[in-house]
């Protein structure tokens, strides 16, 4: 017979029961719905609603459980709906009726979203230490690489040349963002529903900050009517997974184009790549897609996650059950692809050759040279349209902007002297960006120390957690 039972005349329809069970997706949270347990057997003695006898029997009975779980050795009935059926069905069986008087004061609905809560703070920590791993990653490579020269681009054209360190570190700091973001999250999902009950809180004595301080909240909600059915800090955190996927996605389209023989930027390492069952000179960048791939179903759990919230009146309804289908994948998905990336980057081999030629072609400098002219008092748009008509002269000669000399220069405007001819040269051009945030030495450094000195500080909140 269910636990709730007493009002039925008939038996739950077999077809319904495995219908509307959660039991094969929620009993990750064993441990949380375990951990809030005890918290609760302990208020519930500490505030005279069961003997000190009881508190310590059902707090061991607990206790059992959880190691038995760990071990592999509980049953998990199909029966059972959910994880706080499961445990309090088993605690039951152990402890006689005496188990049925946990569940005084709490109701499945504040249960769950405590759990999911305890479940997503653990997550965040742990999700936040694999992004530091990235930048770290990032900037190690990055660190390597100050004076390598590549063309930046727009609209996937050549456009000027920058340090690869630069654009390194431009992963790095939307990762920060990232950390910035599941920090919120962390935040948000810090207040203990429990002792909302079902959704009008209780009439008994209990002391929901005293369960607060036990498993960790820094704060009680504020409404039971709002505790029972918020997931705002699910889509929050659904949102966050799904920006980091953007940024991983990003990185990984950048990786699978730089390795391509049209590109020939990077090569992979052997061991985060595969090969083709048919073409065996194939050495296709798979992680690499995989992650980028990945990312739509994280999207997709957001959206869904906001499709089951739209149209939810006041307070708990059954839809809420599906909430925990988008949590644990954004989780799993994020646990695999950051690694994965992580990995992928520290074994890549960067072909500085190839990339110091890329820059070198394609007027990626043409920039300069109108700056140049700006310097000598012409407009700037003026100086645009003169080094445009230069670019255009070139292209219909066949001449490469490594053959240009003064007496070209001259032919577009006077005011070109020897020194122009230092601006042809890329790695000089990336260095004098050095404007704040750019791409220039100094600016990489102030960047590579900012990037730092923000790591540490993360780290220092993930350590204190």
């Not at 190691?67 to 499961?86: C, K, N, T, V, W």
């Not at 994948?329 to 500085?352: H, I, K, Q, S, Y």
């Not at 990626?364 to 040279?369: N, W």
């Not at 349209?385 to 490469?400: H, I, N, R, S, Y």
């Amino acid at each position: 017979m269910k636990l709730w039972g007493g009002r039925f005349s008939k038996p739950t329809d077999k077809s319904v029961e495995q219908f509307t069970s959660s039991l094969l997706l929620d009993r990750r949270l064993y441990r949380e719905d375990v951990e809030g347990s005890l918290a609760h057997a302990k208020m519930l003695g500490a505030v005279g609603l069961i003997s000190p006898e009881e508190t310590d029997a059902i707090r061991s009975a607990l206790m059992e459980m959880l190691l038995s779980i760990e071990s592999g050795e509980f049953y998990f009935d199909p029966a059972d709906e959910d994880i706080h059926m499961a445990i309090e069905r088993a605690l039951i069986d152990k402890v006689g009726p005496l188990g049925g008087k946990l569940h005084t004061a709490r109701s499945r609905n504040d249960q769950v979203a405590t759990d999911m809560r305890l479940y997503l703070k653990r997550k965040l920590i742990a999700l936040g230490g694999l992004v530091v791993d990235l930048e770290k990653a990032l900037v190690d490579l990055a660190a390597d690489h100050l004076e390598t020269v590549m063309p930046g681009y727009t609209h996937m054209q050549r456009a000027q040349p920058v340090f690869l360190a630069q654009h390194l570190l431009a992963y790095v700091f939307m990762l920060q963002r990232d950390g910035r973001r599941l920090r919120g999250c962390h935040e948000e999902a810090d207040a203990m529903p429990l002792g909302s009950a079902a959704l009008a809180g209780t009439a008994l004595p209990i002391d929901r900050e005293m369960v607060a301080k036990e498993l960790g909240f820094s704060k009680i909600s504020d409404n039971s009517m709002d505790a029972v059915s918020d997931r705002d800090f699910l889509v929050q955190f659904l949102a966050a997974a799904a920006t980091i996927m953007v940024h991983l996605s990003r990185l990984a389209e950048e990786l699978v184009v730089w390795s391509s023989a049209e590109f020939g930027f990077i090569e992979l390492d052997d061991s985060y790549t595969t090969g083709s069952s048919i073409m065996p000179q194939k050495k296709n960048p798979d992680v690499a897609e995989l992650i980028r791939g990945k990312s739509g179903r994280v999207f997709g759990g957001l959206t869904a996650m906001l499709t089951v919230l739209k149209g939810l009146p006041l307070t708990y309804n059954r839809d809420l059950q599906e909430d925990k289908t988008f949590l644990f994948d954004a989780v799993d998905t994020l646990e695999g692809c950051l690694p994965a990336m992580t990995g992928m980057l520290r074994g890549a081999r960067v072909n500085t050759t190839v990339l110091a030629k890329a820059a070198a072609d394609g007027f990626a400098v043409a920039t300069d040279f109108a700056d140049y002219l700006v310097t000598k008092g012409v407009p700037f748009r003026a100086a645009h349209e003169t080094v445009g008509k230069l670019v255009k002269w070139c292209l219909d000669e066949g001449k490469a902007e490594t053959g240009l000399t003064l007496a070209d220069l001259k032919k577009f405007d006077s005011r070109f002297e020897a020194d122009a001819l230092k601006l042809i040269d890329p790695i000089a051009s990336a260095a004098s960006r050095n404007s704040a945030g750019g791409t220039g030495p100094e600016s990489i450094a102030a960047q590579m120390e900012q990037a730092g000195s923000a790591m540490a500080d993360f780290e220092r909140w993930l350590s204190a957690d």
